[in-house]
């Protein structure tokens, strides 16, 4: 007996989604300087999947391409490596878009670049925000089961 498997929502289903809508507003930046410790540090008390460094421009570059990010994947690659600064370790140039720029294109974007993280910039080419995977898949719940969404597995503490 074959089952047959609901579809929901596909990626193309977000192409009428402005990035705006779903991204996580800010960044954290750090000094291409910064050590391995010091992205770790950061990303655990911040509570944040990446950070974005800010590298030097050189005269005439777009200032979109100044930008790098460093995910906490990327970060447990260099886990092997802590003599690694953020601007080694991160992926430069970096995957930038504008606020403007519709869902589905970013969400295809991650998959054919394996990104999980996207710069958001402005017009000036500076950082707004990031959106990630996790955003995505936030709006992918909301479009499926409503703005409503609630989790549906209760975590309880283990002690």
Do not use: C
């Not at 989604?17 to 391995?36: D, F, I, K, Q, W």
């Not at 460094?53 to 100044?66: M, N, W």
């Not at 430069?92 to 394996?114: C, F, H, I, K």
């Amino acid at each position: 007996m074959k089952r047959e498997l609901k579809t929901g929502p596909s990626i193309g289903d977000l192409d009428d989604t402005p990035v705006r809508y779903s991204m996580t507003e800010g960044v954290v930046t750090l000094e291409p300087s910064a050590s391995v410790a010091e992205v770790a540090r950061v990303m655990a008390t911040e509570k944040i999947h990446s950070v974005i460094v800010s590298k030097p421009l050189k005269r005439g570059q777009d200032p979109r391409g100044s930008w790098g990010v460093i995910s906490d994947l990327d970060l447990l690659a260099a886990a092997t490596t802590p003599e690694a600064t953020a601007g080694e370790l991160a992926a430069s140039p970096s995957l930038t878009v504008s606020p403007d720029e519709n869902l589905g294109r970013v969400a295809r974007l991650m998959r054919d670049y394996q990104a999980s993280h996207v710069l958001v910039v402005g017009f000036d080419g500076v950082p707004l925000g990031v959106v990630s995977t996790l955003d995505i898949a936030r709006t992918l719940a909301k479009r499926l089961v409503g703005p409503d969404v609630k989790p549906l597995v209760k975590r309880e503490a283990q002690g």
